[in-house]
């Protein structure tokens, strides 16, 4: 937890020590932070099981980094690992060589090799940065990336931020083919083994986002038998920053006995609305506002939408009488009561693409298995635009699971009432359709997949190319 005075406090403090350079005509650098970073092996402690797993700076998740919006950011990433990476920036508008989409817009590290990532990063809000490389985002390779803005206007006393994720990485022998400890589908064959993308999971109204099962779902890397807690006091209005992490787990979010203000989608400021639960796919984040009124120790609730398994973490009063943490498998009631959709969001400031008028390119894609065709292009072949343009691109998702699909470098306009802007947005499954528009205004290669990860590796990706 960050408390408003040691992040001014430790901001000063990488100001001061990142050296980043004159400018030209000898005019000072920008304000920024530089942030060392080594991926490779670490151990973690699973409630007394001991595992091997991969992950940044020694810990997983990787080290926070926060700064304020308009710093640069310097990341001086070294590979120890057995295998090539990179690091995507996820939810960052930055430029297209520091992307971290291998073979696109970098070579990746070898092992053995360093990159500097640097950038500058416009956009305040809650973002995330993660291996963009086979599947090692599975592996435990992220981390969280808060961006605070210029002046800050939400009112709050704590603040947390919640990294969920599904775990099975040195809990299992490894598989035929692939690497200790990924998820694999029921019954499949290990990790790199085929795919469940074809496979229906359900009746029409099930919600799943993937078919792998995992032995853990974790909030901070801390499993149901070992919570995460997140102490307040009695009247505090507390931030919770809710990450979704994991590879191939979409989450139904809530806490026991608190409804939740949602005040951001994505990083992005919305309309504050209440609801008891929220929806999280791969890759989308939320900020909610909670209120600290009755002291106790309280179950948040975090259930895998779609398969088997529950993580949870707790909410727990440090003025109150000593209170036994609830059971490891109580789930709120409030994930049954109501959920928040994207009608809900309404989007505060100004809008980036016109509300009215037609747009100057429209693309239709459709998601079939771990496809995505776009209609009068090629497979494979990329999505032109041209720099200025107002795009838009409909989206229509023929297979058996939700998709969570995400664009690099840009947000987009979902074209629901309210208009909200997001970077990665649910598809609902079995005919589900979305829309969204935005503006062409960061050149170069981009991708735009499915933020399942073995979807996106089995080839659920466009690439959009400015041109």
């Known amino acids: 937890m960050t408390t408003r005075r040691q992040f001014l406090r430790l901001a000063g403090l990488g100001a001061g020590l990142v050296a980043l350079g004159g400018c030209a005509g000898g005019m ?23 595992a091997t797993t991969w992950g940044y700076g020694g810990t997983v998740p990787g080290p926070e980094i926060r700064l304020r919006a308009g710093e640069t950011l310097r990341v001086p990433l070294t590979n120890a690992l057995p295998e090539p990476t990179t690091v995507h920036w996820h939810g960052i508008s930055l430029v297209n060589p520091m992307d971290g989409t291998p073979g696109l817009t970098q070579p990746p590290i070898d092992p053995g090799a360093s990159f500097e990532y640097a950038f500058a990063v416009p956009d305040a809000g809650t973002h995330w940065y993660h291996a963009h490389s086979g599947h090692q985002l599975d592996r435990g390779l992220y981390g969280a990336l808060v961006v605070e803005p ?26 035929a083919g692939g690497h200790a400890g990924h998820g694999s589908p029921p019954g499949g064959s290990g990790a790199f083994g085929g795919t469940d993308a074809a496979e229906d999971p359900g009746g029409p109204d099930r919600v799943s986002f993937g078919g792998r099962s995992y032995a853990l779902m974790l909030v901070n890397a801390r499993p149901p038998a070992d919570p995460a807690i997140f102490e307040v006091r009695r009247g505090d209005r507390v931030r919770l920053r809710v990450v979704n992490a994991a590879a191939d787990t979409g989450f139904r979010f809530a806490i026991d006995g608190h409804p939740l203000t949602v005040t951001h989608s994505d990083g992005m400021a919305v309309r504050p609305v209440t609801v008891d639960a929220i929806r999280i796919g791969m890759g989308e984040r939320y900020d909610v506002l909670v209120d600290a009124a009755v002291p106790g120790a309280w179950q948040i609730g975090v259930l895998a939408e779609g398969k088997t398994g529950f993580g949870r973490a707790v909410l727990r009063h440090t003025d109150a009488p000593a209170t036994a943490a609830p059971p490891a498998d109580a789930r709120p009631a409030e994930l049954d009561g109501r959920l928040l959709t994207y009608d809900d969001l309404v989007a505060t400031g100004p809008s980036r693409v016109p509300e009215a008028g037609v747009p100057d390119r429209t693309y239709a894609l459709t998601l079939r298995g771990t ?20 795009v838009r691109v409909t989206v229509r998702n023929e297979g058996a699971h939700h998709h969570p699909v995400h664009l690099h470098g840009h947000h987009f306009q979902l074209t629901t009432a309210g208009r909200p802007r997001k970077d990665t947005a649910v598809v609902a499954a079995r005919g589900g359709e979305l829309a969204f ?31």
């Open 28 to 50: 000072p650098a920008p304000p920024g932070l530089t942030v060392p970073l080594g991926a490779g092996e670490v151990g973690i402690d699973l409630a007394g099981t001991r």
């Open 150 to 175: 210029a002046a800050e206007e939400l009112a709050y006393d704590r603040e947390y931020t919640l990294l969920l994720d599904d775990w099975r990485d040195g809990l299992d022998a490894a598989p």
């Open 371 to 390: 496809d995505i065709d776009v209609a009068g292009l090629a497979p494979g072949e990329p999505l032109p635009v041209h720099h200025g343009e107002w």
């Open 437 to 467: 528009d935005w503006r062409a205004d960061n050149p170069g290669e981009w991708m735009i997949h499915c933020h399942n990860h073995y979807h996106m590796e089995d080839g659920m990706m466009r690439t959009i190319s400015y041109r």
